[in-house]
Structure formats: C-alpha cells, structure tokens
T-cell receptor, first 115, second 113 residues
Framework: AQSVSQHNHHVILSEAASLELGCNYS??????LFWYVQYPGQHLQLLLK??????LVKGIKGFEAEFIKSKFSFNLRKPSVQWSDTAEYFC?????????????FGAGTRLAVHP | DAGVTQSPTHLIKTRGQQVTLRCSPK?????VSWYQQALGQGPQFIFQ???????QRGNFPDRFSGHQFPNYSSELNVNALLLGDSALYLC????????????FGPGTRLTVT
C-alpha cells in the first residue's frame, strides 16, 4: 500500500533560518509528488509538484524540493524563511494505480516562524 | 475564474443523522475527489468521481457515498453519523482522472454531537 511519511511534526524556526522538511514515500511504480501548504484559516494550496524530468523543482514563494528516487524522498527546502511561511505543510504522492489516481498525504508538518 | 467551492462552510449534526455536502469544481475540471481531514492529520482519500462514476475508493465504510452530476459538481453523503465523522471534508478537482495536480476547496467543517 502507498504511504507517505513526514519526519517532523512540528518545526520552530527564526526568520532567515534555512528550512528542510523531510518526506519519504512508499510506492513501487511511477509517482507524481506534491507539496501542499495550508496557511492559518486558508485552504490547501499547491506549493510545488514533480512529474518527471529535473529532480530539483522550484515552486512558489522561494520553495524548492528535490526528488531522490533511490531514497524514495521528496524533501522541501527554503534557504531563508519568513514569518509569513508559518503554516502546515503536507507532502503527497499520486501513484498511477490502474489508471485512476488518488493523493496520499503525509500527516503534515506544522511550521512556526518567529520574527 | 472561480476556484473550487464547497457548501456549507460549517455544519453541526447529531449522531445517527445524515448529511450532504456539496462541491463545485474549478472551471474546466471534470474529476472530483473527496478527502476527510481529522484534526491534526493529513487529508485521507474517501473517493473520486469521474464521468459521473465512482472510480476509486479509500478505506471508508459504505455509509459514505457520493454522486457526480453532468455539470461535474459533486455531493458527498454520510449516513448514520458517528462522533468520529467530525472532521474537515475537502473537495478537490482536477482534469483527466486526477492525473495531474488537484485543486482544493475551503472545506466543510462537520461537527457531530
């Protein structure tokens, strides 16, 4: 069965610190990978996605993620966080199973950035 | 261009009752997926509708059912509500059997007392 593991449930950083959130997935076939963000009081928004090609993908607001197939990982990074990055971050996998696809989400990482 | 819309925003029901939640997909999208997000957890896949048929289902009991209309909008029905059904119910739309990214609505917060 497909599964997604996010290693950090809560992360607290000061502004300008670097961020890396871990994500590992379990699926043997072709996958699409996503990071979604949920700002306080807002709905889930797509941060970035990987379908194929360059394993280093860039998303909105200065975020990037690297797909390492051999490690089944898709870690999210940002060189310098801002207070406005305070949110919950979800890693998700969409595996091609029988032609019909569903998103499998990790449990999420709650990030708090202090000024 | 309207995004995914859901109604109602909040709902309070009593155990044993039935509830219907509604979703209108983003313009141009033909696939609707439903997710349940319990407090402090990631969204859990309930089922997906494409061409008015349930195409895939997660590990949810038959009390959870749905429908997709010709205009691609969708309903989620939950019968015999349990306290554990209290959660945020998210609708996501996409194009082409959810092969690509899904766009999420704001959700319906269901509280079962």
């Amino acid at each position: 069965a497909q599964s997604v593991s996010q290693h950090n449930h809560h992360v607290i950083l000061s502004e300008a610190a670097s961020l890396e959130l871990g994500c590992n997935y379990s699926y043997g076939g072709t996958v699409n990978l996503f990071w979604y963000v949920q700002y306080p009081g807002q709905h889930l928004q797509l941060l970035l996605k990987y379908f194929s090609g360059d394993p280093l993908v860039k998303g909105i607001k200065g975020f990037e993620a690297e797909f390492i197939k051999s490690k089944f990982s898709f870690n999210l990074r940002k060189p310098s966080v801002q207070w406005s990055d305070t949110a919950e971050y979800f890693c998700a996998v969409n595996g091609f199973s029988g032609g019909y696809n569903k998103l499998i989400f990790g449990a999420g990482t709650r990030l708090a950035v202090h000024p | 261009d309207a995004g995914v819309t859901q109604s109602p925003t909040h709902l309070i029901k009593t155990r044993g009752q039935q509830v219907t939640l509604r979703c209108s997909p983003k313009s141009g999208h033909d696939t609707v997926s439903w997710y349940q997000q319990a407090l402090g957890q990631g969204p859990q896949f309930i089922f997906q509708y494409y061409e008015e048929e349930e195409r895939q289902r997660g590990n949810f009991p038959d009390r959870f059912s749905g429908h997709q209309f010709p205009n691609y909008s969708s309903e989620l029905n939950v019968n015999a509500l349990l306290l554990g059904d209290s959660a945020l119910y998210l609708c996501a739309s996409s194009w082409g059997e959810a092969r690509y990214e899904q766009y999420f609505g704001p959700g319906t917060r269901l509280t079962v007392t």
